[in-house]
């Protein structure tokens, strides 16, 4: 029961649409050539062609009327996006309706945003261009679907109509939007200029932030629930339960200026659960969290999505948890699996590793120690740059000059393979491109580190969770 839950869990934020047809491209007058694989690069050279290419999804894909991340590359028959999500547990799907191209993502739409503050950095686009993009999805969200302040996981891409995940799960996800609005603070921080764009954008970024009531998804109790809808209520039941992915949510809840929750929502519901600490030691490395009854942490998106913006460099909560031990051995013992590959799959080596959440030869799989089907994702080592630098550029290289040939496509590395059975997915995730782009950076300048924990209502909800760095960033 527990490993069901578990794969609720992660699977409610992080499965994906895909698309039967390719609909065109979203319209860019600054285009970003593609490029094949070229042996011999520098390190610098290779995160650069990496972080480059990987862009291109969110900027070429994007959706052409919203801007917004399109959710995946294909198309699923499915009535709700469930019927498509249990065909990987063997569950029958005669479904005749499907989620078509304008589906997007509203969680990969904030790692997109984060993506697009890259490109600018970077000057592989102008700053207009990538202003001009962000205020596009800004000023289609002023028409789209939200409750309670809060947007649901998907949403039409043309129309801003919420498209159902399944029956209870038809509205708000508060976990989603944390992600959407990690992107928008971060833009907001770095498109500071006293300029009509800047500041125009500021504005519409400041009436998105203020009108999420935080403290209406506790349902007056010490938890906050993931999701809530105008016709089902808090129906689904769905605590935010420590320790996942969804830290942030409850950083984000905290920092709100008109709508915070109080520590005792954090304690009693994230902190306080059951599954919160492990304290368990897999191959000499002390894992300090919980991991829902998976073993050796479970997959490692945990580390990746709260940790684009938040700088686990020096943290520290109340129940003093250290969160560079707790990414950086997460990530060495997902690695030290890999190695020891106790299931004997065809490739896994020091250099070809990494288990998350993505595309497997049966369908979208949140992949770990425990649910191991030989499939490796690419952003899982990749995404983990700023925690294991040396580990993570040793992956990212095999799989671009070894299997590029077979991996390497017009986005980016294809969400995922599986060398025994000369498998790959073909397909690429918003939720799982967007974190190579910014974590990358993350580790190339601190970009994000910097732009996240200088924001004013950042510092405030971390100081009213209880949360201390020492952080260059931070002590500024």
């Known amino acids: 029961m527990a490993k069901i839950k578990f794969k609720i869990l992660v699977l409610i934020l992080s499965s994906s649409l895909f698309y039967s047809q390719k609909p065109n491209e979203a319209k860019v007058s600054e285009k970003i050539p593609v490029v094949g694989v070229k042996k011999g690069l520098s390190d610098a050279e290779l995160m650069e062609t ?197 830290l942030i949510t409850y950083i984000m809840g905290a920092s709100s200026k008109w709508h915070p929750i109080l520590k005792d929502a954090y304690d009693g519901s994230w902190a306080g659960a059951t599954t919160f600490k492990n304290n368990t030691k897999y191959y000499g490395y002390e894992l300090p969290l919980g991991n829902y009854g998976e073993d050796k942490g479970g997959p490692l998106f945990f580390e990746q999505y709260t940790f684009q913006g938040i700088d686990p460099r020096g943290l520290k909560d109340s129940l003093n948890i250290d969160y560079e031990v707790q990414t950086r051995n997460h990530t060495l013992i997902n690695r030290a699996y890999c190695i020891e590959n106790p299931k004997k799959h065809v490739g896994y080596s020091e250099r070809c590793w990494g288990l998350t959440a993505g595309d497997s030869y049966k369908g979208y799989v949140a992949h770990s120690p425990s649910t191991d089907l030989g499939v490796i994702q690419p952003t899982a080592a990749i995404s983990s740059m700023p925690f294991t630098p040396k580990e993570s550029m040793q992956a990212m290289r095999y799989f671009y000059e070894e299997l590029g040939g077979k991996i390497w496509g017009e986005y980016g590395f294809h969400d995922g393979f599986h060398l025994g059975k000369n498998w790959s997915s073909n397909t690429y995730i918003a939720i799982d491109q967007g974190p190579i782009i910014v974590m990358i950076e993350n580790y190339r300048t601190g970009l994000f580190w910097k732009l996240f924990m200088n924001i004013p209502e950042i510092k405030t909800g971390l100081k009213r969770l209880g949360f201390t760095s020492k952080s260059p960033v931070i002590k500024k």
């Open 50 to 246: 990496v972080q480059k290419q990987t862009f291109r999804f969110f900027w070429h894909y994007g959706h052409p009327v919203s801007g917004m991340a399109r959710e995946r590359s294909n198309t699923v028959k499915c009535n709700y996006y469930w019927d498509y999500i249990n065909e990987a547990w063997d569950e029958p799907n005669l479904s005749t309706g499907t989620f078509g191209p304008d589906a997007i993502a509203v969680g990969g739409t904030g790692f997109g945003i984060m993506s697009t503050i890259v490109a600018v950095e970077r000057k592989w686009i102008s700053r207009e261009a990538g202003l001009d993009r962000i205020i596009q999805i800004a000023d289609f969200l002023t028409k789209a679907d939200r409750f309670h302040g809060a947007f649901p996981h998907f949403m039409d891409g043309t129309t801003g109509k919420t498209i159902a995940f399944g029956r209870l799960d038809d509205a708000a996800d508060l976990v989603g939007t944390s992600y959407l609005m990690m992107g928008f603070l971060c833009a907001r921080e770095y498109f500071n200029q006293n300029t009509v764009k800047d500041n125009y954008l500021k504005k519409r970024v400041n009436e998105m932030w203020d009108a999420i009531n935080w403290k209406w998804f506790t349902n007056n109790e010490k938890k906050l629930y993931w999701h809530w809808s105008p016709t089902q209520g808090f129906d689904m039941n769905f605590p935010i339960w420590g320790y996942n992915e969804a």
